[in-house]
Nanobody, 123 residues
């Protein structure tokens, strides 16, 4: 089972910055596209940003101009740089990827999630 691991979440004051990291296993897993989602308290999980295999980036309107998604070259690692944070950015942030994992000698398509990292923005 492929597992992504997020880190970097913490308590920060409004206007501050944070950088989240998402690391997937190296070796048999190859991520095509990677994305960040978040789940605010009492709400549904929502899309934040994604970055495709070719480098194309997409953002939710609520974070455009403040958040930047990036990847560490060809590795299964993604980052989310968050600037000018607002209290409404408070949420559990989840990493998601889609790609293939080799099982035996056969590639299998997978869409793993991470366990989430808590970001709290105080006013």
């Amino acid at each position: 089972q492929v597992q992504l691991v997020e880190s970097g979440g913490r308590l920060v004051q409004a206007g501050g910055s944070l950088k989240l990291s998402c690391v997937g296993p190296e070796g048999t897993f190859s991520a095509y596209n990677m994305a960040w989602y978040r789940q605010p308290p009492g709400k549904e999980r929502e899309f934040v940003a994604n970055i495709k295999w070719n480098g194309d980036e997409t953002y939710a309107d609520s974070v455009k101009g403040r958040f930047t998604i990036s990847r560490a070259g060809a590795k299964n690692t993604a980052y989310l740089q968050m600037n000018n944070l607002k209290p409404e950015d408070t949420a559990i942030y989840y990493c998601h990827a889609d790609g293939t994992v080799v099982v035996g000698s056969q590639p299998r398509y997978v869409e793993p999630w991470g366990q989430g990292t808590q970001v709290t923005v105080s006013s």
